[in-house]
């Protein structure tokens, strides 16, 4: 969720969806695995204040979809 505001204590967005089940997902240049069903679940480490998730999603011929979320980390 774009500007969503972390406070559990573990300096960790969960970047979670589902997709078709051959594409590629990348978050912040790190590969993720997507399961048989086409979902995916990442748990991305990010610091104090405000970071970008920058998520990728490539389809066999090339095309990509991509879409940048903005979280908030406070303790």
């Known amino acids: 969720e774009?500007?969503?505001k972390i406070q559990d204590g573990s300096h960790k967005a969960v970047v979670e969806g589902i997709t078709d089940n051959?594409?590629?997902?990348?978050?912040?240049?790190?590969?993720?695995?997507?399961r048989g069903d086409g979902s995916f679940t990442y748990s991305?480490?990010?610091s104090d204040g405000e970071s970008t998730l920058h998520i990728?999603?490539?389809?066999?011929?090339?095309?990509?979809?991509?879409i940048d979320r903005r979280v908030t980390y406070q303790n």
């Open 2 to 4: 774009d500007n969503a």
């Open 22 to 34: 051959d594409c590629r997902i990348v978050v912040n240049d790190r590969i993720v695995v997507v």
């Open 44 to 46: 991305l480490p990010i």
């Open 56 to 66: 990728v999603a490539i389809d066999p011929a090339g095309n990509r979809t991509t």
